[in-house]
């Protein structure tokens, strides 16, 4: 009896073990595992829906994406030679790059984002920026690093703005019209310089509102930024990022062009298109980037971008978790389209749950973007602006970029699920 007493007990114990193991199962075999394949058929019908009534369009868009449940790299509309390590234009995704540089050297004591622009740069008798006629732009006295890094400096934007005169005897023959677009009409291969960018709003005295009383986003402030990095590291903007941001965090992929004539990109790329009119206006792939150095120019892959992303926002990039907090503290910088939307020191928080930056250059419109509740890190593109609102309005092309984040989310809430 007392052998099979044990035996009895024995029994039940294994009664459990083999109900949970059965249970565990069943719960395996009636969840559904999300595969490449799902993500994929949600990206090609999401694309295709986008695309149904534009004739003749061309291009496509893809997402790279490193989370806790794995690295994913999905593309639609740009050909199977397409991977994470082709290159594409980033844009204003550039300025992630530049604030970090300028937040780096205010990490190192070189500079103090909250001095004036007309302060001497510590330890020196050199002001950050020239005691010149190119740098007289209206209320410099008064504008700190911070407002350019919040676009809070009422800095006249040249990329975004046509040039009107305050002067009504000063008469330029670009007045009224964009000045770098002017300048490129003129010499395709220019190569602007900081200096001659600043130099336009301090000739016209072209400003926006006195510096901290409003917001408005401005590619020429950060122009600026580019040239204090410059003054206070001893270095080219492009050596600067080079040397202490690219190389230090094995961004191999990720260049800096500065040059007038360097208008081609790394092989491999993506190329970039323009759809107007129900046209394909020709492929816009080169391009001079010379007026957007600090601002616009880097070139670099999804996964370069999805690495860079990641580094910074963890503090792992060479900003210490301390500086990194500092540029996601952002104030309202409200839009029609982003009512709720934040600006920090060259950080875009859309939202309470993510950061990071939207970039759009002719041909290419880019979204990167980190959330730390869920520690997912995405970078998406597309290599074709839909300009049917263009000359107008830039309505098509934000409609594109909400798509391009509904459509990642899409994604990302699958891999999640």
Same mark, same amino acid.
């Given at each position: ?9 024995? *029994? ?12 565990? =199962?069943?719960?395996?075999? %009636? ?6 394949? &799902?993500?994929?058929?949600? =990206? ?10 534009? +004739? %003749? ?8 994406? =490193? ?12 050909? &199977? ?15 992630? *790059? ?39 732009? +209206? ?6 690093? #911070?407002? =350019?890094?919040?676009? #809070? ?40 310089? *900081? ?13 926006? *509102? ?20 410059? #003054? ?16 230090? %965090? ?28 129900? $046209? ?73 749950? &993510? ?8 041909? !290419?419109?880019?979204?990167?973007? !980190? ?8 970078? $998406? ?37």
């Amino acid at each position: 009896m007392k052998k099979k007493r044990v035996m009895v007990n024995k *029994f039940y114990y294994i009664i459990p073990v083999v109900l949970i193991f059965i249970i565990l =199962l069943c719960i395996c075999a %009636n969840q559904k595992q999300t595969t490449n394949s &799902d993500l994929q058929n949600i =990206l090609d019908g999401e694309w295709q829906s986008f695309i149904k009534d534009k +004739p %003749n369009f061309k291009g496509g868009m893809a997402i790279q994406i =490193l989370s806790s449940k794995g690295e994913y790299f999905l593309s639609t509309g740009m050909g &199977d030679d397409v991977t994470s390590e082709s290159h594409f234009r980033i844009a204003s995704v550039t300025k992630t *790059f530049t604030s970090a540089g300028i937040m780096l050297l205010n990490q190192k004591g070189l500079l103090d984002i909250n001095d004036k622009i007309t302060n001497n740069i510590p330890g020196t008798n050199v002001p950050y920026i020239p005691n010149t006629t190119e740098y007289d732009i +209206p209320y410099k006295e008064n504008i700190t690093i #911070r407002m =350019l890094l919040m676009h #809070r400096a009422g800095i006249f934007d040249l990329a975004n703005s046509n040039v009107l005169s305050n002067d009504a005897v000063y008469r330029e023959p670009y007045i009224g019209s964009n000045y770098i677009e002017y300048i490129k009409s003129e010499d395709p291969k220019h190569t602007f310089t *900081f200096d001659e960018l600043l130099s336009i709003d301090a000739k016209n005295k072209l400003s926006y *509102f006195e510096p901290g009383s409003s917001y408005h986003y401005s590619n020429t402030g950060y122009s600026m930024l580019g040239k204090i990095i410059e #003054r206070v590291s001893g270095k080219s903007y492009s050596e600067f990022i080079e040397t202490e941001l690219l190389i230090p %965090n094995n961004l191999t992929e990720t260049s800096s062009p500065y040059l007038g004539s360097d208008q081609k990109m790394p092989e491999p790329f993506s190329r970039g298109y323009v759809w107007i009119n129900e $046209t394909i206006m020709g492929d816009v792939t080169e391009s001079n980037m010379a007026p957007h150095v600090a601002e616009g120019n880097i070139i670099s892959t999804p996964r370069d971008l999805a690495n860079w992303c990641k580094r910074l926002f963890e503090g792992k990039a060479g900003l210490t978790k301390e500086t990194v907090e500092m540029m996601k503290s952002g104030m309202p910088s409200p839009s029609k389209q982003v009512p709720d939307a934040k600006y920090g020191l060259g950080i875009s928080i859309p939202s309470e749950t &993510d950061y990071g930056h939207s970039g759009a250059h002719e041909g !290419y419109l880019t979204l990167m973007s !980190y959330d730390p509740y869920t520690d997912v890190v995405y970078v $998406t593109y597309t290599n074709v602006w839909d300009c049917q609102t263009c000359g107008k309005s830039t309505d098509s092309i934000i409609s594109e970029l909400l798509f391009l984040r509904e459509t990642t989310n899409k994604i990302i809430e699958s891999i999640n699920n």
